[in-house]
Structures are given as structure tokens and as C-alpha cells.
């Protein structure tokens, strides 16, 4: 066989038929059923999140609010404005988050949340007023109300003891409380996709309305406006509320999904994948499609071909074969082939890399990052159909709210992506947003538009 076609066929199993896309996108519809139903919500794979965000801003919010962002391996503090129908960063900062405590004790990392947020109090002149605060956690958790959120577990490389089964607000306050040169009002709590989808609404573009929020970047995970009638684990059946899918359980075993609905498309590099990260079995969708793994899995395909004899004269490098060296970042380079790209590759790999070879890293890394966009896309096209279905039109126009990097920074990703989409859902128009600091602003608007009502309510008084 020659080398391309050997190439080829170990690739051959990342490249999915747009047959294949209908009949994921027709599972995933499935699993979003599964978790919005009262009896099978708790074991259902696809979590479908209630998130207490029901009303949309009407332009009549003003205030000055905090935003928390937590998601990555960053932290942001924010201060924003809301005023006249527009959301204004006054500042931000940026704290570092240490592996250290990614990986430590809850205790640790709320102390160093309440810490950061104490920094930037003191650097804004804020600490003796008592501002309300958003806090976009970009983590699955079970909502209660707006203010209370369980975390169900933890993703992205996170890993802080203590904190699964815990009300997140909790911990956030009582590390403030433990501090005392500060206080805060009340919390509201968001995901990343919420916020997005909710900065999207503010932005100012001619189109009606944003319903769903997207996230590509470190992790992947989407959410919707749903009918509550559909909401069946909820009681109310009036209304609209926004739905965290946590699409990136996806494909993970449950009672209900037992093989795992995505077990006929792993390669054995997501298994590989899988097997070695620090939540094996969970978030296999995620772990097919975002920032944090599909560097890993390039890297895992091109030791297989180098093994193979069909890459760098069959030499394995230490580099090559240490665990996280290619990143995700330097897929959105490796497009193509010139001496920048040859001279990269030797350099992060640590190889003799010829122009065949780049070639063959080139193919590798499109491959892996147009299964991403197309896998987004199936889910994404279910999403769509179902709004669609819900309002009981032929055709859908809406908008899509996005953020993260693997979107933003990938040169052909969001093209790959929105091609499958129209493809798959032929009846849904998506307009897509990208969202700038949409975590931070939309955390800031959600606690505004939750602000005022509890204020009219007079459950709040100024
Ligand atoms: C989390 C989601 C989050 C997504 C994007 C996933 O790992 O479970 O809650 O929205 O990452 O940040």
C-alpha cells in the first residue's frame, strides 16, 4: 500500500459520513429527552439543566454588579455597568489559577477565589459597598434556584475535593465570610453557555432574538431556550426557561445508555484519551471535540504512524511521546504546508520532519479538528430542530451565541461547522454570534434582570 493510503486508513475511522452525523444528531436528540423527563432525568447522560434563567432582559436593568468567571485555568473578576440597554466592563482582572489548587482542596480554591475577589475590591476602592455578583461557573450543577447550585462534578482538569454535592454559593460565601474585610449581596450563578447566550441578546445586531449559547473552547457544551411544558421534571408548564444541556456527557454510559451512545464511533485514541484523563468515562463527548484533548489525540495518531514507519523515519522522539506536548493551539497553525510549519513541528516535537511528513501532521490535524466541527454540528442541528418543533414552524430563523477558543481562533473550524449544520437541520437559519467577554457580561446581566425582579418583588431592598 502506499503511504497516503496507509495513512488514510488509520484515519479512516475519525472521518464520519454526514449519514452517520444525522444518525448522532438523531441519538443526541434522543438523550436531550431523556434528561428533560421527570422518571429518567437522574440517569440520563445528557444532563439538560434547568438554570432558572427564564426572563431576558427588557432594557430596563441599571446597576453596578460583580462577575465571577471561573471555567478554565484562569479566574476573572469583573465590575460591569448596566445601563440604557448596554453592559460596560468598568475593569477586569485576571488571577491565575495553579494547578496546585485545581487539583487540591475545595477549601483552597474558594480561599483563593475569595482572596482575588478581595484584591480587585481593594484595587477598584469597592470593598465597603455590597454589590451583587454573577457567578459563571462553568461546571455541570444541579440548580435549585438561581442562587443555589450543586455541583454535580467536575470537568476540564479540575479536580477539588469536597466541593461535588455542594452548593457552589455556599462555599463562595463562607470563603468571604471567613475573610470579613468584605462582603457581597446576593449570587447569582450562571453557566458560560448562559451568559453567552445572554451578552449575545444584548449585542447590537438586527436579529430577533438569541436562543441557544455555545461554547468551544477548553470544554464544549451548549444551552437552549425550552418550552417549560417539555420541562417535565420541573412542575410549571408556562413560559420559556433556559436549558444547560451539558452536552459533553454525550456518548458517556448510564442505565439508559448502556453501550454508550457515541461506542461505535471511538477510535482507540479517544479511548486512549479517556483512559488517561483525570475523569475517565466522563464527558466523552467533550473529550471528542474540545481544546483540552484534541491536541492529545493528534498526538497519539502521529505515535501511532511514526510507530507505523509512516512518519519522521519511524523515529518515536521523547517529546513526541510525552503526554500533552502537541496542544490544540498549534493545530489552528499546522494548516498547510511551508517551512514555518516544518521548522514548528520540529521544534515542539522534537523530530526531522521532511515536507511529506508535514504533510502527513498537516492531514492529521484537519482531520481531527473536521471531526470536532462536524460532531458540534449534529448536536447543534438536534438543538435547532427541536426549538424549531417547539414553535411549530417549517423554518427557523434564531441566532446562536458562541464563544471559546477552539471557535474563535481555529482557521476553518466555525466554517466546518456551520456547513454541517445547514446541511443537517436544512429547515434551521443559524446566525452565529461570537461573543466578546460574553461570560463575564452575561453573568453580570443575568444577576441584573434577576436583581431587578427580586427588587420589585421587594424581596430586596435597595
Ligand atoms: C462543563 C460545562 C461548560 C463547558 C464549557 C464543560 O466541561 O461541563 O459546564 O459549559 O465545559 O466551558
Same mark, same amino acid.
Given at each position: 500500500?502506499?503511504?497516503?493510503?496507509?495513512?488514510?486508513?488509520?484515519?479512516?475511522?475519525?472521518?464520519? =459520513?454526514?449519514?452517520?452525523?444525522?444518525?448522532?444528531?438523531?441519538?443526541?436528540?434522543?438523550?436531550?429527552?431523556?434528561?428533560?423527563?421527570? /422518571?429518567?432525568?437522574?440517569?440520563?447522560?445528557?444532563?439538560?439543566?434547568?438554570?432558572?434563567?427564564?426572563?431576558?432582559?427588557?432594557? +430596563?436593568?441599571?446597576?453596578?454588579?460583580?462577575?465571577? &468567571?471561573?471555567?478554565?485555568?484562569?479566574?476573572?473578576?469583573?465590575?460591569?455597568?448596566?445601563?440604557? #440597554?448596554?453592559?460596560?466592563?468598568?475593569?477586569?482582572?485576571?488571577?491565575?489559577?495553579?494547578?496546585?489548587?485545581?487539583?487540591?482542596?475545595?477549601?483552597?480554591?474558594?480561599?483563593?477565589?475569595?482572596?482575588?475577589?478581595?484584591?480587585?475590591?481593594? =484595587?477598584? /476602592?469597592?470593598?465597603?459597598?455590597?454589590?451583587?455578583?454573577?457567578?459563571?461557573?462553568?461546571?455541570?450543577?444541579?440548580?435549585?434556584?438561581?442562587?443555589?447550585?450543586?455541583?454535580?462534578? %467536575?470537568?476540564?482538569?479540575?479536580?477539588?475535593?469536597?466541593? *461535588?454535592?455542594?452548593?457552589?454559593?455556599?462555599?463562595?460565601?463562607?470563603?468571604?465570610?471567613?475573610?470579613?474585610?468584605? &462582603?457581597?449581596?446576593?449570587?447569582?450563578?450562571?453557566?458560560?453557555?448562559?451568559?453567552?447566550?445572554?451578552?449575545?441578546?444584548?449585542?447590537?445586531?438586527?436579529?430577533? @432574538?438569541?436562543?441557544?449559547?455555545?461554547?468551544?473552547?477548553?470544554?464544549?457544551?451548549?444551552?437552549?431556550?425550552?418550552?417549560? #411544558?417539555?420541562?417535565?421534571?420541573?412542575?410549571?408548564? *408556562?413560559?420559556?426557561?433556559?436549558?444547560?444541556?451539558?452536552?459533553?456527557?454525550?456518548?458517556?454510559?448510564?442505565?439508559? !445508555?448502556?453501550?454508550?451512545?457515541?461506542?461505535?464511533?471511538?477510535?482507540?485514541? @479517544? #479511548?486512549?484519551?479517556?483512559?488517561?484523563?483525570?475523569?475517565?468515562?466522563?464527558?466523552?463527548?467533550?473529550?471528542?471535540?474540545?481544546?483540552?484533548?484534541?491536541?492529545?489525540?493528534?498526538?497519539?495518531?502521529?505515535?501511532?504512524?511514526?510507530?507505523?514507519?509512516?512518519?519522521?523515519?519511524?523515529?518515536?522522539?521523547?517529546?513526541?511521546?510525552?503526554?500533552?506536548?502537541?496542544?490544540? /493551539?498549534?493545530?489552528?497553525?499546522?494548516?498547510?504546508?511551508?517551512?514555518?510549519?516544518?521548522?514548528?513541528?520540529? &521544534?515542539?516535537?522534537?523530530?526531522?520532519?521532511?515536507?511529506?511528513?508535514?504533510?502527513?501532521? !498537516?492531514?492529521?490535524? &484537519?482531520?481531527?479538528?473536521?471531526?470536532?466541527?462536524?460532531?458540534?454540528?449534529?448536536?447543534?442541528?438536534?438543538?435547532?430542530?427541536?426549538?424549531?418543533?417547539? #414553535?411549530?414552524?417549517?423554518?427557523? /430563523?434564531?441566532?446562536?451565541?458562541?464563544?471559546?477558543?477552539?471557535?474563535?481562533?481555529?482557521?476553518?473550524?466555525?466554517?466546518?461547522?456551520?456547513?454541517?449544520?445547514?446541511?443537517?437541520?436544512?429547515?434551521? @437559519?443559524?446566525?452565529?454570534?461570537? +461573543?466578546?467577554?460574553?461570560?463575564?457580561?452575561?453573568?453580570?446581566?443575568?444577576?441584573?434582570?434577576? %436583581?431587578?425582579?427580586?427588587? *420589585?418583588?421587594?424581596?430586596?431592598?435597595?
Amino acid at each position: 500500500m502506499c503511504l497516503t493510503l496507509q495513512v488514510e486508513e488509520t484515519l479512516k475511522p475519525f472521518m464520519l =459520513s454526514m449519514k452517520k452525523l444525522r444518525e448522532i444528531s438523531s441519538r443526541f436528540t434522543k438523550e436531550m429527552d431523556n434528561g428533560l423527563d421527570k /422518571k429518567k432525568h437522574q440517569k440520563a447522560a445528557v444532563k439538560m439543566l434547568p438554570t432558572f434563567v427564564r426572563a431576558k432582559p427588557d432594557g +430596563s436593568e441599571r446597576g453596578d454588579f460583580l462577575a465571577l &468567571d471561573l471555567g478554565g485555568t484562569n479566574f476573572r473578576v469583573l465590575h460591569i455597568r448596566v445601563e440604557d #440597554k448596554k453592559i460596560l466592563k468598568v475593569d477586569s482582572q485576571i488571577c491565575a489559577i495553579p494547578q496546585e489548587i485545581m487539583q487540591g482542596t475545595g477549601h483552597e480554591l474558594f480561599d483563593h477565589l475569595a482572596k482575588c475577589l478581595g484584591e480587585f475590591l481593594e =484595587s477598584q /476602592k469597592l470593598k465597603e459597598q455590597k454589590l451583587p455578583l454573577g457567578f459563571t461557573f462553568s461546571f455541570p450543577c444541579e440548580q435549585t434556584e438561581i442562587d443555589k447550585s450543586i455541583l454535580i462534578r %467536575w470537568t476540564k482538569g479540575f479536580s477539588c475535593s469536597g466541593v *461535588e454535592g455542594k452548593d457552589v454559593v455556599q462555599l463562595l460565601k463562607d470563603a468571604i465570610h471567613k475573610r470579613g474585610d468584605y &462582603d457581597i449581596s446576593s449570587v447569582v450563578m450562571v453557566n458560560d453557555t448562559v451568559a453567552t447566550m445572554m451578552s449575545c441578546n444584548q449585542q447590537e445586531h438586527e436579529d430577533p @432574538d438569541c436562543e441557544i449559547g455555545m461554547i468551544i473552547g477548553t470544554g464544549t457544551n451548549a444551552c437552549y431556550m425550552e418550552d417549560m #411544558k417539555n420541562v417535565k421534571r420541573c412542575e410549571e408548564t *408556562e413560559g420559556q426557561m433556559c436549558i444547560n444541556t451539558e452536552w459533553g456527557g454525550f456518548g458517556d454510559k448510564s442505565p439508559l !445508555s448502556d453501550p454508550g451512545a457515541l461506542d461505535d464511533i471511538l477510535t482507540d485514541f @479517544d #479511548k486512549e484519551v479517556d483512559e488517561t484523563s483525570i475523569n475517565p468515562g466522563v464527558h466523552i463527548f467533550e473529550k471528542m471535540i474540545s481544546g483540552m484533548y484534541l491536541g492529545e489525540i493528534v498526538r497519539l495518531v502521529l505515535v501511532e504512524l511514526t510507530n507505523n514507519n509512516l512518519l519522521f523515519e519511524g523515529k518515536v522522539t521523547v517529546r513526541l511521546d510525552t503526554k500533552h506536548t502537541f496542544e490544540t /493551539k498549534h493545530m489552528s497553525f499546522i494548516e498547510g504546508v511551508d517551512q514555518e510549519v516544518i521548522d514548528t513541528i520540529q &521544534d515542539l516535537l522534537k523530530v526531522r520532519c521532511s515536507e511529506d511528513d508535514a504533510r502527513v501532521v !498537516s492531514l492529521v490535524c &484537519d482531520t481531527i479538528s473536521s471531526r470536532s466541527a462536524h460532531l458540534c454540528a449534529a448536536a447543534l442541528a438536534a438543538i435547532a430542530n427541536r426549538i424549531r418543533l417547539n #414553535k411549530a414552524k417549517d423554518n427557523l /430563523k434564531t441566532a446562536v451565541g458562541v464563544d471559546g477558543t477552539v471557535y474563535k481562533k481555529h482557521p476553518n473550524f466555525r466554517h466546518k461547522l456551520e456547513d454541517a449544520v445547514a446541511f443537517l437541520a436544512p429547515e434551521c @437559519d443559524l446566525k452565529f454570534y461570537i +461573543s466578546e467577554d460574553g461570560s463575564g457580561k452575561g453573568a453580570a446581566m443575568v444577576t441584573a434582570v434577576a %436583581w431587578c425582579n427580586w427588587t *420589585e418583588a421587594g424581596l430586596i431592598t435597595k
